[in-house]
């Protein structure tokens, strides 16, 4: 009775303080920085548009852009005929449950990954405006991915992912003959 009561007690531990998960960036809506010391005298944004906002879905894309959803380009006036770099990166940890030959489950791994997309040079229009498309990145892996190898200790081994987060992305636009971005957003797990 006394060892009942005891594994009682330890389930019910385990019940009421489940394992940590890992910190990540939350789904959500992040605004972003706009630094008028990094873009030409008298540039505004062009009616109808916005800073940029960054949407982190529930399955960990990022989409950056005007509009609610982040969705639409927006446009920015008075910049003259300089062209501006728009970058976009995200780091994504997947957490891992590996099994051996023999069927038994191994203590999960962790392989981080990141996912980019290329560097996009903007050009200005000869009326002096530059028109900034929305930008998306989507997660390298996702929860019930399944594959042999790493990140488990032997080839032979198999492996589920069993957890994804997105541990950090960043987003700039900086304009040529600039040092800093004119645009920034970013997100780093707390």
């Given at each position: ?173 900086t304009f040529d003959g ?13």
């Amino acid at each position: 009775m006394r060892k009942l009561l005891g594994l009682a007690t330890v389930l019910v531990v385990a019940v009421a303080f489940p394992a940590m998960a890992s910190a990540s960036v939350a789904p959500n809506t992040y605004s972003s920085t706009v630094d008028f010391t990094q873009v030409k005298s008298g540039a505004h944004f062009a009616s109808g548009s916005t800073a940029p906002v960054c949407v982190v879905g529930t399955d960990l894309s990022i989409t950056c852009g005007d509009g609610t959803g982040g969705t639409l380009p927006y446009s920015i006036a008075g910049v003259g005929h300089t062209n501006a770099t728009l970058v976009m990166t995200a780091t994504y940890t997947a957490t891992t449950l590996c099994t051996n030959g023999g069927r038994q489950l191994v203590e999960a791994q962790t392989k981080s990954a990141a996912a980019s997309g290329t560097p996009l040079k903007i050009s200005s229009d000869r009326n002096g405006s530059l028109t900034v498309p929305s930008k998306s990145i989507t997660a390298p892996f996702t929860a019930g991915d399944t594959g042999s190898g790493s990140p488990c200790p032997n080839r032979n081994w198999s492996w589920t992912i069993t957890a994804v987060t997105l541990t950090a992305y960043s987003y700039t636009l900086t304009f040529d003959g600039f040092t800093s971005p004119f645009i920034s957003n970013s997100q780093t797990d707390p």
